[in-house]
């Protein structure tokens, strides 16, 4: 997509861009809704992404999207949290979070994706990094990516509205190929764990689309910051299975039921990680059905559609374990597949889930874990993308899969 970046940006503006980027999404592996208590995550970066191509200009931004529309105009020196909505939001974030490291020049960009918007892959993050390496090297700044990842945030957090921790920013920075990442969210210290040979990552859409924005998601965070004032601590990190049980009695129930799925959706991130370093796929699977369980049980955000594409994955040939990833309220599931068995895996879960959920359209993402943001050349992208380009396989043909 370097090449359709460049030639969708000639065709509007007729100029070359001066840097071209990418950014990719992610797929969290385990460790949901911990982030923003300070917890523990797992997610891979994945190899596809949102492209960037820009170039300074005078006047206005002008932002457009191949998949969104346009145009999107702002002027970098002169925005205010809310002053621009929809898509155009979250670049308009990233020049306002990182006016603190010099001018931010207004500039003309094309914006192309391969990644679903609503599935859970955060395709927020995505834009965001993708714009924040194009002015990181058009203007010089020397941002490191984990700050990069933390500007990214302070956008979402704090221009666009979305309490949102820091997971999927950092995921999309710091990616590595063939690596998860545990990453600690309160001490931002990363650990790169190899994901087991002969595993493939498939995300498994349910159909049913989800808007962030409109969910509960807000009201997720507020609970769990109302849980750790309850419990007296600084946030839900702190907390432990024996200080649930000393206060069960006094903590609303609803209170109670999100604080244990944070509690035990940390502990099963350490383990992930220790079951991943010993190759027990046993273990990794089991893993995910508790996340999951707690996930539909005690946080309340998964839904009949990602009940039943999780159910239908697990019962599928190859399936080491699933999970729905991302906010929830929709959106997709990953699941963990051995290589060989991924046709047939598509195969039944697709049978399974059309028989259970019908009026909807599942789609499925086979993909690897992939290294983080950056811009690119087009010798880079020959190197490092046309060598090592993903599979998609959906049925039927959606958004899901485009070139």
């Given at each position: 997509?370097?090449?359709?970046?460049?030639?969708?940006?000639?065709?509007?503006?007729?100029?070359?861009?001066?840097?071209?980027?990418?950014?990719?999404?992610?797929?969290?592996?385990?460790?949901?809704?911990?982030?923003?208590?300070?917890g523990f995550v797992f997610p891979a970066a994945i190899d596809r992404g949102v492209w960037v191509a820009m170039s300074r200009c005078d006047g206005s931004s002008e932002l457009w999207s191949e998949e969104a529309g346009g145009p999107v105009r702002f002027t970098s020196d002169s925005l205010t949290p809310g002053?621009?909505?929809?898509?155009?939001?979250?670049?308009?974030?990233?020049?306002?979070?990182?006016?603190?490291?010099?001018?931010?020049?207004?500039?003309?960009?094309?914006?192309?994706?391969?990644?679903?918007?609503?599935?859970?892959?955060?395709?927020?993050?995505?834009?965001?990094?993708?714009?924040?390496?194009?002015?990181?090297?058009?203007?010089?700044?020397?941002?490191?990516?984990?700050?990069?990842?933390?500007?990214?945030?302070?956008?979402?957090?704090?221009?666009?509205?979305?309490?949102?921790?820091?997971?999927?920013?950092?995921?999309?920075?710091?990616?590595?190929?063939?690596?998860?990442?545990?990453?600690?969210?309160?001490?931002?210290?990363?650990?790169?764990?190899?994901?087991?040979?002969?595993?493939?990552?498939?995300?498994?859409?349910?159909?049913?689309?989800?808007?962030?924005?409109?969910?509960?998601?807000?009201?997720?965070?507020?609970?769990?910051?109302?849980?750790?004032?309850?419990?007296?601590?600084?946030?839900?990190?702190?907390?432990?299975?024996?200080?649930?049980?000393?206060?069960?009695?006094?903590?609303?129930?609803?209170?109670?039921?999100?604080?244990?799925?944070?509690?035990?959706?940390?502990?099963?991130?350490?383990?992930?990680?220790?079951?991943?370093?010993?190759?027990?796929?046993?273990?990794?699977?089991?893993?995910?059905?508790?996340?999951?369980?707690?996930?539909?049980?005690?946080?309340?955000?998964?839904?009949?559609?990602?009940?039943?594409?999780?159910?239908?994955?697990?019962?599928?040939?190859?399936?080491?374990?699933?999970?729905?990833?991302?906010?929830?309220?929709?959106?997709?599931?990953?699941?963990?597949?051995?290589?060989?068995?991924?046709?047939?895996?598509?195969?039944?879960?697709?049978?399974?889930?059309?028989?259970?959920?019908?009026?909807?359209?599942?789609?499925?993402?086979?993909?690897?874990?992939?290294?983080?943001?950056?811009?690119?050349?087009?010798?880079?992208?020959?190197?490092?993308?046309?060598?090592?380009?993903?599979?998609?396989?959906?049925?039927?043909?959606?958004?899901?899969?485009?070139?």
């Amino acid at each position: 997509m370097y090449f359709d970046a460049v030639r969708s940006f000639r065709e509007k503006f007729h100029v070359e861009p001066e840097v071209v980027s990418f950014a990719p999404g992610r797929v969290n592996l385990i460790g949901e809704h911990t982030d923003y208590n300070d917890g523990f995550v797992f997610p891979a970066a994945i190899d596809r992404g949102v492209w960037v191509a820009m170039s300074r200009c005078d006047g206005s931004s002008e932002l457009w999207s191949e998949e969104a529309g346009g145009p999107v105009r702002f002027t970098s020196d002169s925005l205010t949290p809310g002053s621009v909505t929809g898509w155009g939001a979250y670049p308009a974030g990233v020049a306002w979070s990182l006016s603190d490291a010099g001018t931010v020049p207004d500039v003309r960009a094309v914006v192309l994706s391969d990644l679903p918007t609503g599935s859970g892959l955060s395709s927020s993050a995505a834009i965001e990094l993708a714009f924040a390496c194009s002015w990181n090297s058009l203007e010089g700044f020397g941002i490191p990516p984990q700050e990069l990842a933390l500007k990214c945030q302070r956008a979402e957090n704090g221009f666009v509205g979305m309490a949102c921790g820091v997971m999927d920013q950092t995921a999309s920075a710091l990616g590595r190929r063939g690596h998860a990442l545990l990453l600690d969210t309160r001490s931002l210290e990363t650990d790169y764990r190899p994901l087991p040979e002969g595993v493939s990552i498939v995300v498994c859409h349910t159909g049913k689309s989800r808007e962030l924005a409109g969910s509960k998601y807000n009201e997720r965070r507020a609970e769990c910051t109302e849980a750790a004032r309850l419990l007296g601590i600084p946030s839900l990190r702190e907390a432990t299975p024996n200080l649930l049980a000393e206060n069960s009695q006094s903590l609303p129930g609803v209170i109670l039921r999100r604080a244990l799925h944070v509690v035990t959706e940390n502990q099963r991130c350490l383990e992930f990680a220790k079951a991943l370093g010993s190759g027990d796929l046993r273990h990794l699977g089991d893993l995910m059905s508790e996340s999951q369980m707690n996930l539909r049980n005690n946080y309340e955000v998964s839904c009949i559609e990602l009940d039943s594409m999780v159910e239908a994955a697990v019962r599928s040939e190859g399936c080491i374990g699933a999970r729905m990833t991302g906010a929830g309220f929709g959106g997709a599931c990953v699941a963990l597949v051995r290589t060989g068995s991924v046709p047939a895996f598509l195969s039944d879960t697709e049978a399974r889930y059309r028989a259970e959920v019908p009026g909807f359209e599942p789609s499925f993402l086979v993909t690897e874990a992939a290294d983080g943001a950056r811009t690119v050349t087009d010798l880079t992208f020959r190197q490092e993308f046309l060598g090592n380009s993903g599979q998609t396989i959906s049925k039927p043909p959606s958004d899901m899969e485009r070139d």
